[in-house]
């Protein structure tokens, strides 16, 4: 992990984002004291979730699609 003071920041920030591109973690400092760690953005490398998996655990109501009730609305409404 580099170290890079703001004084070091306002001179060339070009340089911070080559250290991020280069996939270094920066922290951020000023008068020797820690501000802010940056590290590069990985995206998530997660599977998407394969449909049905709580199949079985929940049961949609009847009246899942009937209108709410007034009292219900006016809460959302504000009225």
């Known amino acids: 992990m580099k170290t890079l003071n703001l004084k070091e920041l ?8 080559a250290m991020i591109k280069e996939g270094e973690e920066v922290t951020l400092t000023e008068n020797g004291r820690r501000l802010a760690k940056i ?3 990985e995206p998530s ?3 998407p979730r394969p449909a049905g998996l709580a199949q079985g655990q929940f049961t949609v109501p009847k009246d899942f ?10 809460d959302f409404e504000g009225t």
């Open 10 to 17: 306002v001179k060339d920030a070009p340089a911070l984002v």
């Open 39 to 41: 590290v590069p953005f």
């Open 45 to 47: 490398r997660r599977m």
């Open 65 to 74: 699609n009937d209108p709410l009730p007034d009292h219900v609305l006016q």
